[in-house]
């Protein structure tokens, strides 16, 4: 006689199999939260050529975000347009980050619809513009970060 054949022995199977499917299910899904490992920025690199002017210091105020775009000019992206994020902490720094997510590769945008964030509209994502972390939604690593820097009345990015 085959094990399974009696009915509690087949309602224990069946409700063991589902109770562990959802418990994987579960676990795949997460808790939304974006503390990784890989969820650790990485330092600005160092500006290298002549740069790109992607916005003005009139556009891009202390304290404001910018959504940008630009061709890049080196690797092997060169001469594809590309989406970036920029942020201004004071007077003389910029910092440049891919508009492009972590999560599944959505745009993220400059502005979040509360608080002061970058933020993917796919899936919820938001990303600190201070280092570019991941800090809510699917998301669970940083936003790559490019140079740049503050020319005159000019922001530049090294892309």
């Known amino acids: 006689m085959n094990p399974l054949s009696s009915p509690g022995t087949r309602r224990a199977f069946v409700g063991t199999t589902v109770a562990a499917g959802a418990t994987l299910a579960l676990a ?3 808790d939304g939260s974006s503390a990784a490992p890989n969820n650790v920025p990485s330092a600005p690199p160092e500006p290298v050529g002549a740069g790109t002017v992607v916005a003005t210091t009139a556009e891009l105020a202390v304290g404001t975000r910018l959504a940008v775009s630009a061709v890049r000019t080196r690797g ?3 001469g ?3 989406g970036f994020l920029l942020f201004r902490p004071n007077r003389h720094t910029v910092l440049a980050y891919t508009a492009i997510c972590t999560h599944q590769g959505c745009a993220v945008g400059a502005k979040a619809p509360e608080g002061e964030a970058f933020y993917c509209s796919c899936h919820g994502s938001y990303f ?3 280092d570019g972390k991941a800090v809510a939604g699917p998301a669970r ?3 790559e970060r490019f140079a740049a820097q503050i020319k005159g009345e000019q922001v530049l990015l090294f892309i």
Do not use: R
């Open 28 to 30: 795949a899904c997460g």
């Open 76 to 78: 092997e992206e060169a």
């Open 80 to 82: 594809q347009e590309a």
């Open 128 to 130: 600190q513009p201070e």
């Open 141 to 143: 690593g940083a936003l």
